[in-house]
């Protein structure tokens, strides 16, 4: 079964070994035009989602340097609508976060104000995974573990 946006963990994917990022995987904006790589790990432990990070930072100054780089010339804000009228119907949107994958659910019925919106945050997945990581490791292990797993818990009731 082919991955898709909802069920990407982010880094714990990367950290396993699988080069999935949404901004590959589902191109928006302007990452198709980016060169930037995966970064990815091999046994998806604490020190693999460690180093996973600090090679998702070093990757990230390369997207930034290229997008300053291809600024183009003139006013830095464009004119935008103060209210955006969805088209009617369901949709979900994800973007790739720094925790993992951010997404967006929106029911419209064609009205300036959506019936429904949903937003779900990676802290959310990253959550409910402690569950199974956390029984029977030591209080040591644990606060690496808290640590590499990247909780920020008032994200989590969005």
């Known amino acids: 079964m082919p991955l898709c ?5 982010g880094r714990f994917l990367r ?12 191109p928006y904006s302007v ?25 998702e930072m070093e990757q990230s100054l390369r997207i ?5 780089d291809g600024l183009p010339e003139g ?12 088209p009617k119907g369901d949709y979900y949107f994800a973007v790739e976060s720094a925790r993992g994958a951010l997404g967006y659910y929106i029911v419209s019925d064609g009205t300036s104000y959506p019936y429904r919106l949903k937003v779900r945050v990676p802290s959310f997945g990253n959550l409910q ?10 209080v040591a292990d644990t606060v690496a573990i808290l640590g590499s797993v990247d909780i920020v818990v008032p994200e989590v009731d969005r």
């Open 129 to 138: 995974v402690l569950t199974e990581m956390l029984p029977g490791t030591l």
């Open 75 to 86: 006013p830095f804000r464009a004119p935008a609508p103060r209210k955006v009228r969805p």
């Open 15 to 26: 950290a396993a070994g699988v080069p999935y990022d949404i901004r590959r995987a589902e």
């Open 64 to 68: 930034i340097e290229q997008a300053l």
């Open 31 to 55: 990452y198709p035009l980016l060169d930037f790589d995966i970064p990815i790990g091999t046994t998806g432990d604490v020190m693999d989602r460690y180093m996973v990070r600090l090679q």
């Open 5 to 9: 946006a909802s069920d990407a963990p």
